[in-house]
Nanobody, 121 residues
Framework: VQLQASGGGLVQAGGSLRLSCTASGRTFRSMGWFRQAPGKEREGLAAINWSSGNTVYPDSVKGRFTISRDNVKNTVYLQMNGLKPEDTAVYFC?????????????????WGQGTQLTVSS
């Protein structure tokens, strides 16, 4: 099983970026996006139930970040708008074989390798 995240990079504040994560080897009950900045805990950003498409967001990113999926490509996306320097972090995708959709990191049993996003001011 492999989760391959891509799409990170350097963006100016106020810009937009879309991350992608393709799962191979299995499908999941739900998938999510997380980030971790240096010295901080891993933070949940968005989750999506694979069959229903229902989404979950924390208040901190609601309205700026949007998660979506492509069932055929087994790929999950994170569209990020209005980026701020404090969004700078390593972004991870993850898959859960049992959770219906949560931004709680321990509920995920498969993780991708992470992709760096840097937002310049």
């Amino acid at each position: 099983v492999q989760l391959q995240a891509s799409g990170g990079g350097l963006v100016q504040a106020g810009g937009s970026l879309r991350l992608s994560c393709t799962a191979s080897g299995r499908t999941f009950r739900s998938m999510g996006w997380f980030r971790q900045a240096p010295g901080k805990e891993r933070e949940g950003l968005a989750a999506i139930n694979w069959s229903s498409g229902n989404t979950v967001y924390p208040d901190s990113v609601k309205g700026r970040f949007t998660i979506s999926r492509d069932n055929v490509k087994n790929t999950v996306y994170l569209q990020m708008n209005g980026l701020k320097p404090e969004d700078t972090a390593v972004y991870f995708c993850a898959g859960s074989t049992y959770s219906s959709g949560t931004v709680y990191p321990p509920s995920y049993d498969y993780w991708g390798q992470g992709t760096q996003l840097t937002v310049s001011s």
